[in-house]
């Protein structure tokens, strides 16, 4: 019976850099949900690549290892996390968008509630990792000083530091992601629903609301 001989056709480099970014999307993702519940410091090599499906030696090879691959990590998910707020959208609802974007990325919110612990590589351990912190603070500068013209146009009083403002609005947007516990406490089963963090959110854009039209204390 005849066979074919033909030589079989070598991967093009398309196909290579296809394969390639699959893999890295696998090990990320799979990277998220480790990071998320372990912090850095408890998170396993091991149990990633098990969860991506991939050989081990891969994350060294995409990633130059746990941190690079904490740095690709991060990077993802802040850019998700931490939209620009557009100019012509009101604080309230921007503030209730946010509720909702810390709803749907809670691995993301989680990981960085480790990170505050201090479960972060060593400092020098992987130099993006310390120009990206570089890169949100500036971002969070931005939003500062966005804050600031929205002040000065009488979105807010003139007695609310705008720094503190987005600190606060950080804190109340991650509060039922951070302290489910606290929330069941509140509502009981109601904090279980799924439905609970759109309420939430309609609750928050309506307590922003109200500082437009709040008087400033002396």
């Known amino acids: 019976m005849a066979t074919d001989k033909r030589p079989r056709r070598a991967p093009q480099e398309a196909d290579r850099r296809r394969d390639s970014g699959r893999t890295r999307e696998r090990i990320i993702s799979a990277a998220v949900g480790e990071f998320s519940a372990h912090g850095f410091s ?32 991060l990077e993802r998910g802040t850019s998700a996390l931490d939209p620009l707020p557009a100019a012509d959208k009101p ?88 302290l489910p516990q606290v929330a069941r406490q509140i509502f009981g089963a109601d904090a279980d629903r799924a439905d609970f963090q759109e309420m939430f959110a309609q609750q928050v854009a309506r307590l922003v609301a109200h500082l437009a039209t709040g008087d400033a204390t002396p």
């Open 42 to 73: 408890g998170a396993r090599v091991t149990r990633i690549a098990r969860a991506a499906g991939v050989n081990a030696q891969l994350i060294s090879y995409h990633f130059d290892g746990k941190a690079g691959l904490y740095q690709a990590v």
């Open 91 to 178: 604080l309230s609802d921007i503030a209730a968008d946010y509720v909702r974007i810390t709803g749907r990325n809670a691995d993301i919110t989680r990981l960085l509630a480790w990170e505050g612990l201090g479960h972060t590589p060593e400092a020098g351990e992987h130099a993006g990792i310390e120009e990206h912190g570089q890169g949100r603070a500036d971002f969070m500068r931005r939003i500062v000083g966005q804050l600031r013209e929205r002040q000065a146009g009488g979105e807010f009083p003139d007695d609310l530091d705008p720094g503190h403002l987005l600190l606060a609005l950080y804190a109340m947007a991650s509060a039922p992601v951070l």
